[in-house]
Nanobody, 133 residues
Framework: VQLQASGGGSAQTGGSLRLSCAAS?????????????IGWFRQAPGKEREGVSC??????????YYAASVKGRFTISRDRAKNTVYLQMNSLKPEDTAVYFC????????????????????WGQGTQVTVSS
């Protein structure tokens, strides 16, 4: 699975950005997202990588998970036809400044595991998000 993240940039406090993660590389029929959980992680300078949000695999809506720090401000969604997962980020804060990565997992994740980076075997390149006060 190959992942291409895009949509980063600069915003002011209270602003919005939308990140996209396009998945490709599967030769199986149907959407890659039916078989692949997609997570968003971020890493700020001098800090460890942390899970931001996740949407699980499946041909239904997929379960969603959020870090407490972004819940209510960020929304993850997916377009199965486009094999793309989106992260809508609203009410941005300076502490949201980081490099954001999307990652893919063929392993089932649950509430206690979705934010563990080792569950994800495929990673896209990062996209920088900078929020100024």
């Amino acid at each position: 699975v190959q992942l291409q993240a895009s949509g980063g940039g600069s915003a002011q406090t209270g602003g919005s950005l939308r990140l996209s993660c396009a998945a490709s590389g599967s030769t199986d029929s149907g959407s890659i997202l039916d078989r692949t959980t997609i997570g968003w992680f971020r890493q700020a300078p001098g800090k460890e990588r942390e899970g931001v949000s996740c949407i699980t695999r499946g041909d239904g809506g997929g379960r969603t998970y959020y870090a407490a720090s972004v819940k209510g401000r960020f929304t993850i969604s997916r377009d199965r036809a486009k094999n793309t997962v989106y992260l809508q980020m609203n009410s941005l804060k300076p502490e949201d400044t980081a490099v954001y990565f999307c990652a893919a997992s063929h392993v089932s994740v649950i509430a206690s595991t979705w934010s563990t980076s080792t569950y994800y075997g495929y990673w896209g390149q990062g996209t920088q998000v900078t929020v100024s006060s």
